[in-house]
């Protein structure tokens, strides 16, 4: 048992608090049995968080007590440390009613790679210390196949972090996505994506024209319109052209070819289970992509309708 006692002077309304932190190989039981140990007491929990890595148990738990029954608590969770297999510390001090209150304005950046390297760990920390943020907690979220990393930060300004970290995504090759926190997180939202290189990872469009022969060409025309030298409708038509004459036996090949983006199935299997609502757009044919987002589970879509002549 590891107690510390610190003094903590104070101009701010402030109340006795101790802080308690359970660690060692997780089995059923551990938590009934720490606050079964506290039960007796008058005590106030005011904050608590757990958290199991490969069979290994942090749980840390802060509490309002009176002064008076310190060494009574200590006493008892030492015997109840012993009894668990555990190991049990406190510490115990006066804390300002503010540094306990829950934080505000807290920003969350979730972090995606493939693989996920400590360099990036250390990038984003790195880059939330120099905004001056302070990281409350970090969490993984998605291991498969892509691994996914949430901090939740503090003392940090949103679009000044997103900005910060637009860099680091670059040069460490991950993704970062920057969100304040707050109720409107847990709010029903429609998320819409691209298809094309997206949700997928070719092109539809381009696949069907390496049927037709003519694959260069329709990619040179991609170009030109990404150059702004064509509109949209007027880079469609013309590499719709080029595919004139294929039999309609192509369309069920390039089903076939299609390869979702890594992570892009969990994405939308998570979406939905969250209650979102999921839509997607494309610059290809519903003939093509239809069959796929029936199977995810997609209804709501826009893309191009190939006319088909017998």
Known sequence: MIRDNLPHMSDEKSQYTGLILVSGID???ITQALFETLAPFSITVLDIEQVVIRERLILTVLIALN??????IDADLNDCAANLGVDIATSFQSQGDSSIAAKSGLVHVVALGNPLAPTSIAAIAQEISRCGGNIERIQRTASYPVTAIEFIISGV????IRQGLAATTAENAIDIAVSKGGLMRWAKKLVVMDVDSTLIQQEVIELLAAKAGVEDQVKEITAGAMRGELDFSQSLQARVALLAGLPESVIAEVRNQIVLTPGAR???????????SVAVVSGGFTAVIEPLLKELGI??????????LD
């Open 299 to 308: 209804t709501h879509y826009r893309a191009n309708t190939l006319e088909i």
């Open 67 to 72: 002064p008076d029954h310190g060494d009574a």
């Open 266 to 276: 969990t994405l939308i299997q998570t979406l939905q289970k969250l209650g979102h």
């Open 157 to 160: 300004d949103v679009a000044g």
């Open 27 to 29: 089995s059923p039981g």
